[in-house]
């Protein structure tokens, strides 16, 4: 009864379902151009860096930088879905489940899915750059060997994205797994800081002998090896062509396969959706929602459950659990590099506002219930910012002690503190009115790195905007710290203090006015496709 | 519940072309219609769900868009195709809908208890909501809807999925709450239980009201469903088709 199935229906279903949900909404279409510009911006970039051995003429600087250039591609397909951008999953795998298609079939169309879109066609173009290079060096025959380089080596990035993510989200999702899981995901996110380490200390030092051994190194690695097989042609060692291709390719389809392990237990749901506690409490129903030292208000049942949710829905916790590490990684990265850590504390203060920055896309269509009780906009924003405050003002804590144990200097603690506290009030007061304009709905799967198709797109553009606008406004703040640098040890505390309230007070103001007025449309706007 | 002249567009597709409703203070009315009517899309106009194009909606007196406040807090909803905070447990989440309320502890304590127990959903039950079973979940959605006692309540399909017994029982209550003052507005497509239950009902197709009033002069002397077939105008025979089945 079944036919052969290719792979271009699975395309030609994504690409369908990309532009239903673009139609008619105007805030979407105006995300995904958006994502355009960045994607085509990335490409345009990366294209003319790697173009630049070809143009220098230098065989040496190709050989240093492609290798590991590539590798840089491929790491970034494995981390940034991972920490900050999710993948796009409009083709969920678990809607195919009743279809007669066999396995194979199946991740074939996933995979062809997965290549069709702005990420991967910004990865080719900017790695069409080595192309160029390697024309320039080798002549069209490397060229070739090259051009299919770059094309395993798109394969490649797609395909760690997709493996990488489904089988944490089907390891978060089982209850045996799932603590193992988070501790591995926060490990990779952790890995990022000494990635940029040793990449900051490789540029400080500029020994491009190191570099270029460590270049060679790499190139015999999956990660670099599609990237070099057309330097190799152009160096005259063309017998290590085949051999990358098979590292190359064995890698690819080691990848598939794990990847079509996890799709298969995620199709079959075999991991059991939470705790299943069985055992009956006879705590009565508001002990059981209140924390044991919230008010027994509205506001108090508020907190609570965004305090449960933060640790109970895997989406929140994923980010959660990201955050915490970055905070304590960044400032340990920037401790050993020398440079001044005053930047790297309003970055991080920003960061951890940015977790609400699509606070009502986590609850989805179970954000109706707030309107329908009619919970004041007031309440409702400081309810949420109290909540993640209690996660989050701990972990500040720390980085704030951890910066000032590196730097041996315990007096610092207070001032960084003060800092630290008044980015993440003026992160907030960024975050919170963004949190209602510019909502956007996840889609509707058990998979906590699932984005909706230009979702990814959206909270690369939000992080970015945010991250800059609130490092301009903490500038200020910043200045004075650096000019009264003996006084603020002692009046940086209250002052940061004060500082992050005042920008807390003024954004949570507009947040919610904001959310008074757009009730309704925030709802639509956080409602899956339909 | 009073609305008038409510419009709803989507993209280019008319939704709801002007459905104007009076619902009297205590009747039991049903809302039926084909898929696509157009039923919930009323619905969550009424309930401040959902904001009208153009007309509007009073709950017992009160503006939903103008006085939100005071029409919601006499108001409870169980919406369709929504979900519940469904990472909470079922007592935690009656518990967050009455503090919502502005109920204090102990009175939630109690009516949630109560609503648990005859809901048959344990009171003492820790398995969280995502968990249930479908007619689990409609029936907890129901207990956040009636926690509060309110004067009016609104519940989108609220049958579907239960099974007869909890039907029985649902029904007593809202038989009970009826006959206790309150004003109850449900859709369904089940039409004995439409029959049985209301005193009033309207039909809806494609977006506008096709008829309404109480059921007997809506009925006539035919059976419900036979009007409603006759009123949207479907088929419920195959001819030649689907011969291959
Ligand atoms: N968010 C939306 N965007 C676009 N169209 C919508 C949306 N919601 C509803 N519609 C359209 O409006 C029409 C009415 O839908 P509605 O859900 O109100 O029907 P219904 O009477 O509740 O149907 P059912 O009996 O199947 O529940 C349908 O044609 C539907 O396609
Ligand atoms: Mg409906």
Known sequence: MTGKVGAWPFVRLKLRLTANGLRGRSSRIALFVLGALFAGFFAIVGYSSFAIPGVAD????????????????????LFLPLVFFGVDESLDPARFALLPLHRRTLITGLFAAALAGLPALATLVASAGMVDTVARLGGPAAAGVQAVGILLG???CVAVSRA????????????????????????????????????????????????????????????????????DVAAGRAWQVPLKLLISLAAIAALLWWWSRTVESAMVGTAGSSTNRTS???????????????????????????????????????NLITFSIASLFLPISLAVSTSSPGGTTIFVGVLAALALANQFGFDGT???????????????????????????????????TLIAVLSADPARLAGTLGLLLAAYGVGLGLVLPLSIRAAYALPDTPNPFAMSSGGGAAKGFLTLAVLLAGVVVSLPLQLIALFTAPVWLWIGLPAGIAYGAAGYLIGSGIAADQLDKRMPELLAAVTPNR | MSLGGLVKRFDTKLAVAGVSLEVPAGSFYGLLGPNGAGKTTTLSMAVGLLR???????????????????????????????????????????????????????????????LLEVLELGAGNRTLVVDYSAGMKKKIGLACALLHAPRLLVLDEPFEAVDPVSAALIRDILQRYVAGGGTVVFSSHVMEIVERLCDHVAIMSSGVLRMHGPLDQVRGDKSLEEVFVQVVGGRVATGSELAWL
């Open chain 1, 154 to 156: 798109l394969l490649l």
């Open chain 1, 366 to 400: 179970a954000y109706a219930a707030n309107i329908t009780t009619g919970v004041p906009g007031r309440v409702e924003i400081n309810a949420r910012a109290v909540a993640h405050a209690i996660y989050t003002i701990p972990m500040l804590l720390a980085t704030a």
């Open chain 2, 52 to 114: 009208p194009d153009e007309g509007r909606a009073l709950l017992l007196g009160y503006d939903v868009w103008a006085d939100p406040t005071a029409a919601k807090a006499r108001l409870g909803v169980l919406p369709d195709g929504v979900r519940l905070f469904d990472r909470l447990t079922g007592p935690e989440l009656l518990g967050y809908h009455g503090l919502l309320r502005g109920m204090d502890a102990a009175t939630v304590d109690q009516r949630a208890r109560e």
């Open chain 1, 164 to 231: 990488v993510t489904s089988a944490f989200a089907t390891a978060l999702r089982s209850r045996r797994s799932r603590d193992l899981a988070a501790i591995s995901l926060a490990l990779l996110a952790a890995a990022i800081g000494p990635l940029q380490l040793a990449a900051l200390a490789g540029a400080q030092r500029a020994d491009w002998d190191t570099v270029a051994s460590v270049s060679r190194v790499v190139a015999w690695t999956p990660l670099g090896a599609p990237y070099s097989i057309g330097l």
């Open chain 1, 280 to 318: 009956a409490s006879t705590r009565s129903p508001v002990d059981l929602l209140l924390l044991r030292w919230a008010p027994r208000t509205r506001f108090g049942a508020l907190v609570s459950r965004e305090i449960r949710y933060w640790w109970r829905d895997a989406r929140r916790r994923a």
């Open chain 1, 58 to 77: 230098s065989l040496f600087a190709a050989e240093s930088a492609l290798p590991l250039g590539g590798a840089a591609l491929v790491l970034g397909w």
